[in-house]
């Protein structure tokens, strides 16, 4: 069966996240030591995952706040009109993410977490080191095994876990898909959802219980379903916007 197959390949990642807990807790201190000190928590996502599971969930940290941005122009002109030489892709892409944070509220005392699987994208490479040269501690969420198999796009030649400050491995695989099938071309069904999801709320519980042993009580949503939990997130929406976390 190859739900089984999958379900047995997911129990291993699981012990290797289980396996470093130690130092998923490492990174909940320095997030905490931040947050406890008036910074905030910055979720950026290739897309994947992070953006829609960790932010405004039940459970979930209110001081947890996403990081999106989106660039395009429509400019169609006559064939008569000619053509510049235009910057290349590549170049337009990094001049961006400069632009993102000077637009942005990411400040030198908050935390970025940065969830990339192969870790080898240009922008994100180059937003995790502007971030981290205004002093934002920078978190990586990757796969060390797929990232150190691929090349970076990025002309540092460093791939997000060689960019970041601190780095969590989501446990993937090369490739991300892990189920080989014969009528099949490529594998199937991808490793890296799971192991992100994971980790990113084992990174959270830890970072909870740090910030309650350092005596500060963080705010924590409910589920919007419950009869209450409306009138319960909008109370501690406001207590949140005075304390700030």
């Given amino acids: 069966m190859l739900g089984k197959q999958y379900v047995d390949i997911m129990r291993g990642q699981l012990d290797k ?31 994947h995952l992070l953006n829609q599971e960790l932010v405004n969930r039940a459970g979930g940290l209110m001081a947890m706040t996403p990081l999106q941005y989106s660039f395009s122009v429509h400019n169609p002109v006559s064939a008569k009109h000619g053509e510049r030489e235009a910057a290349s892709d590549l170049d337009s892409r990094l001049a961006v993410t400069g632009a ?65 400050e601190m780095v969590i491995d989501n446990g993937a695989i090369e490739g991300d898909a892990c189920l080989e099938i014969e009528e099949l071309p490529v594998k199937a069904v991808p490793t890296s959802g799971v192991g992100a999801a994971l980790n990113a709320w084992t990174l959270v519980a830890e970072t909870i219980e740090r910030l309650l ?3 500060v009580t963080p705010t924590v949503y409910a589920s919007a379903n419950l009869d209450w939990g409306m009138e319960f997130n909008d109370q501690a929406k406001r207590g949140f916007d005075e304390k700030g976390i």
């Fill in 17 to 47: 996240i289980e396996a470093q807990l130690g130092h998923i807790g490492e990174v909940a201190d320095a997030i905490a030591d931040r947050l406890a000190a008036g910074g905030a928590l910055h979720i950026h996502d290739t897309g």
């Fill in 100 to 164: 993102v944070l000077d637009a942005s509220q990411v400040r030198p005392e908050d935390v970025l977490l940065i969830g990339s699987v192969s870790g080898r994208a240009a922008h994100v490479v180059d937003l995790a080191l502007r971030a981290r040269e205004r002093g934002t501690l920078v978190v990586a969420l990757t796969s060390l095994t797929y990232s150190s198999s691929v090349t970076s796009k990025h002309p540092s030649g460093k791939r997000l876990f060689e960019a970041a």
């Fill in 213 to 215: 042993a350092r005596g």
